[in-house]
């Protein structure tokens, strides 16, 4: 775990940095009704929900061939003659040109499904096309770098830079050197496209992305396993990525507020996606050494990295929930009363990625595995669960109808995969010390939410913070709960003394 702490911590302050950033766009620039429109706030995210969706259609599978295969092509060639970095960057082109002749045709009723609620989304309908480009090369170029254990870099870009460059059109927007929004949405959309460029090209100069036209002999023996994974995983990358995006789509086209209920339910989500930053971090640091254990069939080190990561997920999820929690009232008066929903969607969103990062890193688990059909299988199950919940609920509860239809998803795709990991692996991430971190979590929360409220919303949130967090961290370092926190503790302790 070491190199996973080490490269999992440099990630998190990239993370973190950037979500400050981001949490200065999101929850100050783009509500700011002076220069944006709630409706042009909720457009700019609804955009990129629907990018998102559509790059990951782009990549035909290439993310997880990369994840996959890289050890053998690494491992059985010299570097100048790996050709998976031609065939996945192929497949990507391929998807795009594919995603360009279709969508035009499935637009009319796009447009019929969101016209009524979302109007504004009609207008910019068109920068769809190269925001999914510009996102589908990227995730591509992300892939390889981490299966080149390259984590900061991409994190970096991904994470801080591009949150910095949004923050920098914002204010040019608000300065009024961009004079009007849909110059600036116009240029929204392309950063991912440049950062992409800038990863290529630095790749391309260190020769770790080599352009090679010739078949290896990898690719000879390998292709018909890669081409059935990267299918399968093509169509499990939609469910999963449609599974996670739907809420916005669904509220944009069904729920009566449109796209001001999107920009609500952006709002609460993006705090809540804080809880994510760890398992970011984690994953693009464990994913290459789950890939490794399995190709080598090391059970023990996937039963630790599965139970020491679902672990400190846990207790990292409860002391970012907790304090989410405790500010529920302050963000409301923060942002105003049009953003009222937003401490019952924490709640919900809240208990959704808690249960979702308490069960580890089960899905990387399964994806790398001889079993990765069984992650099609419950990512499909999951779709199907979180679009019928989502859709009705919608109709009847408006935004709040995604989070519970989510939480209720979330427990049947966990509890599922759950089993089969027990049942086929005898893997469970599962102990007292788990218990041990929830019970804590709870006791202090409930604990601090007793005080009672302070009149400055400032102080206030800053006052229950601090307490949470410092008595939950003093708890759980004191009762030596985590190994890899205390470990982390300790080297922060020794490089401050010095």
Known sequence: MSSIRKQSIYSSLFIYAGFIIGAINILKLFPDTRYFRTEEFGLTRLLLDVAILFSTTCTLGSLNITFKFFPFYRSYLPERKNDLPTITLILVLTGCIIFSILVPMAQPFLLRKFGSRSPLFLDYFYLIYPFTISLAFFNLMEAYAWSLQRTVLTNFLKEFLSRIITTALILLFMWKIIPTFKIFVNIYVYIYGALALSLFLLMLKKGEFPIKFSKSSVTRRLSGKMFVFGFSFFLSSILNILAKTNDTIIIASQSKGGLVDTAIFVIATYLVTLMDVPQRSLISAATAQISIAWKERDMEKIGRLYSKTALNLLIAAIAILGTLLLNGKNIVHFLGPTYGPIPQLLVLLGLTRLIDLGTGLNAQILVLSRYWKVDLITNLLFVVASIIFNYFLTIRMGVMGPAWGGLMAIIIFNTLRFIFLWSFFRLQPFSSKNLKAFL????????????????????????????????????ILRLHVSEDINQVFLSIRSRVRL
């Open 440 to 475: 804590l979590g709870i006791v202090i929360f409930l604990f601090i939410n007793l005080i009672p409220q302070i009149g400055n919303l400032f102080i206030d949130g800053a006052i229950r913070s601090f307490l949470f967090l410092g008595m939950y961290t003093t708890a």
